[in-house]
């Protein structure tokens, strides 16, 4: 808990971020070249799909990340709005424009999958329609945190917005069981050996763990800007800005 | 595997490209958007240093 104080401090955590964002971002493009070199060149085909398939390594990283950000999101959000961290405030609001572009990204390829597997680009199943749900939930709390001026007003109020929205995150998961639908289930879950050939496993969770990093990246960026903006009277802001004329 | 065959992926080579192109399009946006505002952010912070603007991404005269 002392290191949660040390580092939730915003100044600390912008030099933190600063530090840690090279490695990220190395980490991140070295894990997205050898995804994508693995995923679509050393992969072979599907004995059914042909080569369709391959969108996979980029759709479920990017529904896993989906869902992932909206849980990161969420709780930041509650631990803003229960013990009132900055941080966690911040930290929540620049999640959410990447949680909404891994939503989008998931929709989309999904979208351009069905074409050629299913025969449509779009069906009104529980899997389809709840993980658009999920975008609409991140636009409408982006919206929410873009009308109220006053930054802790604004965390707060969009804070019950993004909690009572998690109440969507199971029936993402879980409506592959409850409904019949279109969409398949997992094929990867962590109690049950994978449903994948090891050829298409490594490329997804290479890729996967880059979209993490990924993540990661972008909102040690996105927070330090935000760090900056809401600290821009504070005397550190001043100095650093000074310092760098 | 030649370019051109790498290229095509079979007969499902639009549908493959499109999503990858989509990704790939959604990458470079969430990395340039905040790159874009933080050189806005700091040229603000520079200029003006008691700017009681509420909005980060409003600009003053």
Request: some cysteine.
């Amino acid at each position: 808990m002392k290191l949660v104080h040390k580092y939730a401090a915003p100044k600390r955590f912008y030099e933190l971020a600063g530090t840690l964002t090279p490695w990220f971002a190395t980490l991140t493009t070295l894990l997205f070249v050898s995804g994508l070199y693995l995923g679509l060149y050393w992969a072979p085909p599907d004995y059914q799909q042909g080569n369709a398939y391959r969108i996979m390594f980029i759709h479920v990283p990017n529904a896993w990340m989906s869902m992932m950000a909206y849980m990161i999101m969420a709780l930041f959000a509650a631990a803003g709005y229960i013990w009132n961290i900055r941080l966690a405030d911040i930290l929540a609001k620049v999640t959410a424009p990447l949680g909404a572009s891994f939503t989008l990204t998931a929709l989309v390829t999904g979208s351009l999958w069905g074409k050629p597997m299913w025969g449509t680009y779009w069906v009104w199943d529980a899997r389809l329609t709840s993980e658009l749900v999920l975008f609409f939930l991140y636009v409408g709390y982006m919206a929410l945190q873009a009308s109220i001026d006053d930054a802790r007003r604004a965390a707060h109020a969009s804070a019950i917005l993004a909690i009572v929205g998690v109440v969507n995150i199971p029936i993402i998961h879980y409506s592959v069981y409850w409904w019949h639908t279109l969409h398949q289930p997992a094929s990867l879950t962590l109690t049950s050996q994978p449903k994948i050939y090891i050829t298409m496993l490594i490329p997804l969770i290479v890729m996967s763990i880059g979209f993490m990093f990924f993540y990661l990246t972008m909102l040690c960026v996105r927070a330090r800007n935000e760090i900056l903006w809401r600290e821009r009277r504070a005397d550190w802001v001043r100095k650093l800005v000074e310092s760098r004329p | 595997m030649t370019l051109p065959a790498f290229l095509q992926m079979g007969r499902f080579a639009v549908f493959i490209w499109a999503a990858y192109g989509f990704a790939g399009l959604m990458v470079f946006l969430n990395v340039v958007q905040p790159l874009i505002q933080k050189r806005r952010l700091w040229e603000r912070l520079r200029r003006n240093q008691d700017d009681d603007e509420e909005d980060m991404y409003e600009e003053t005269e």
